[in-house]
């Protein structure tokens, strides 16, 4: 079942409001990552604290280099299932895993950062790790 939206809206908005286009249905999710062949960054948002609360920021942190991706995009877990289920059919070779940071490059995934690698680490070590990734792919 999923949260309120008045409870989640703050944590989407982390998000849109540093440039990620949310995407909440899965024909979205195909227009966006179904032959798109720029760079794109898909997070997977989740309302869990401690993992989500330090991914935010530090994706944040990451965009603040010269090199990024060209798209930035979002989906909800637990939220826009239907959006969430069809991005985790681009993300292949991974267990479903939220939050998690996905990239694109020529419609192929190229790198992905899963939970495991998020929780506990500080959102700049975080950042550190998806420029190193953009450095290397976009």
Do not use: W
């Not at 798109?36 to 330090?54: D, I, P, Q, T």
């Not at 790198?111 to 700049?124: A, K, L, N, S």
Request: net charge negative.
């Amino acid at each position: 079942m999923p949260y309120p939206e008045m409870m989640v809206s703050p944590m989407r908005q982390d998000l849109v409001n540093i440039g990620f286009t949310e995407l909440r249905t899965a024909d979205q999710v195909d227009a966006v990552l179904g032959g798109e062949k720029r760079s794109a960054l898909l997070v997977v948002n989740s309302v869990c604290g401690c993992a989500a609360g330090m991914m935010r920021p530090g994706v944040a942190h990451s965009l603040q280099g010269d090199t990024k991706p060209e798209i930035l995009t979002t989906v909800f877990a637990g939220q826009d299932m239907d959006a969430t289920d069809k991005a985790r059919e681009y993300i292949t070779g991974y267990p479903p895993s939220s939050p998690s940071v996905a990239l694109f490059k020529d419609g192929e995934l190229v790198y992905f950062m899963e939970r495991h690698q998020i929780e506990g680490r500080h959102p700049m070590d975080i950042a550190e790790a998806l420029k190193a990734a953009y450095t290397e792919h976009c």
